[in-house]
């Protein structure tokens, strides 16, 4: 039977494309109230209920599901804004506590900046713990699976903590974690360590049970915020559609329909000169197979398919939705999850057991 998945804060649905990367399932529900989002959301799902504004919905009355997964705001959590934290109006973590202790799911999967590490997630264990979950946590960047932007956020997987542990009966699922230990997304297990930016991000794995509230490993000076961006090499221009894929969706535009204008979607060609950050576009146009749009749409301005590409997202996932404006666009993008480093975090924090029995 395939799993359900209920989708809090789905954006353009990242985070969600990665729980079925590797638990497979559909979505039985989606939650979002941005109206770019919605039209996103309803484009590439159009049977697929959007319960809109989480923090309205009564969760007595909707379908139970087996996985709830959501990238909820980071706004009152990041270092680009004022970091409020619990006083933030934008933080909505209590409904989504309250939603999970109705729908009780099989599995619970999060993401948010990293820098929510040293304010707020305390109350995010606390919280789970007390309704009665197990959880682990570690930090990824985007450049760990090669993206061209470092982009470290923090991935959190919850199960319920009276059961043996999800691994058990399904393989690929994370079993009971008794140790914290170190975590190596990056795949390159031989590269020496200390090595500086280039050194992968995810080093404590964490876990919280719910009996005794245990939490260990995990520390924030492992998973800096500060985001690795382009520098006046490539132009202001390419420096702000990174800045915008490091995302806190507040790019600014237009407020006009994005343009179908021919060439957006167009790579630059082999002569085009990324400089010292060659490298790294070339690395990523390897990893998702497609070489990077140009950065300039025909009047000169940020090209949202670059930002698409830069988030490791299908052609026109974003930007060929219609009626969407290219403020929307970039706004979605913004606020987004690479799908593939989302990928890679839930797939060493479900094999973390497997992992430490082999270190």
């Given at each position: 039977m395939s799993l359900r998945i209920g989708s809090l804060c789905t954006g353009y649905g990242g985070l969600d494309m990665a729980v079925q990367n590797v638990?497979?399932?559909?979505?039985?529900?989606?939650?979002?109230?941005?109206?770019?989002?919605?039209?996103?959301?309803?484009?590439?799902?159009?049977?697929?209920?959007?319960?809109?504004?989480?923090?309205?919905?009564?969760?007595?009355?909707?379908?139970?599901?087996?996985?709830?997964?959501?990238?909820?705001?980071?706004?009152?959590?990041?270092?680009?804004?004022?970091?409020?934290?619990v006083f933030d109006d934008r933080h909505i973590w209590p409904h989504i506590a309250r939603a999970l202790g109705v729908l009780r799911p099989r599995y619970a999967v999060f993401e948010n900046v990293a820098g929510h590490l040293s304010l707020g997630f305390d109350t995010v264990l606390a919280n789970l713990a007390a309704l009665g979950f197990d959880a682990r946590w570690a930090c990824v960047r985007a450049s760990d699976v090669g993206a061209a932007h470092r982009r470290?956020?923090?991935?959190?997987?919850?199960?319920?903590?009276?059961?043996?542990?999800?691994?058990?009966?399904?393989?690929?699922?994370?079993?009971?974690?008794?140790?914290?230990?170190?975590?190596?997304?990056?795949?390159?297990?031989?590269?020496?360590?200390?090595?500086?930016?280039?050194?992968?991000?995810?080093?404590?794995?964490?876990?919280?049970?719910?009996?005794?509230?245990?939490?260990?490993?995990?520390?924030?000076?492992?998973c800096p915020e500060s985001a690795q961006q382009f520098t006046d090499s490539v132009g202001p221009v390419v420096r702000e559609a990174?800045?915008?894929?490091?995302?806190?969706?507040?790019?600014?535009?237009?407020?006009?329909?994005?343009?179908?204008?021919?060439?957006?979607h167009a790579p630059l060609g082999s002569g085009?000169?990324?400089?010292?950050?060659?490298?790294?576009?070339t690395r990523w146009e390897g990893v998702i197979g497609r070489p990077a749009p140009r950065p300039t749409d025909p009047l000169g301005r940020l090209n949202p398919p670059l930002v698409e590409w830069l988030m490791g997202l299908p052609v026109g996932h974003v930007t060929d939705v219609p009626g969407l404006s290219r403020t929307a666009q970039l706004k979605a993008l913004g606020n987004g999850v690479v799908p593939q480093q989302a990928t890679a975090a839930l797939h060493a924090l479900m094999n973390a057991d497997e992992a430490a029995a082999a270190a």
């Open positions: 638990l497979g399932g559909t979505p039985a529900w989606v939650s979002d109230n941005d109206p770019g989002a919605s039209r996103i959301l309803a484009h590439h799902y159009p049977h697929v209920p959007n319960l809109g504004d989480l923090t309205a919905v009564d969760w007595q009355q909707v379908e139970p599901v087996d996985v709830v997964c959501g990238g909820y705001p980071c706004q009152p959590f990041s270092t680009a804004g004022k970091r409020k934290g470290n956020r923090l991935f959190l997987l919850a199960w319920p903590g009276d059961t043996q542990g999800p691994g058990h009966g399904r393989q690929g699922l994370p079993g009971r974690l008794t140790v914290a230990h170190s975590l190596d997304v990056g795949g390159d297990r031989d590269r020496p360590r200390g090595t500086g930016r280039d050194e992968p991000a995810a080093r404590g794995l964490a876990v919280a049970h719910a009996g005794g509230r245990r939490f260990e490993g995990g520390s924030a000076g492992d990174v800045a915008d894929a490091e995302g806190d969706g507040r790019q600014q535009g237009r407020s006009e329909p994005a343009r179908q204008q021919g060439g957006s085009a000169d990324w400089g010292p950050y060659t490298a790294a576009i």
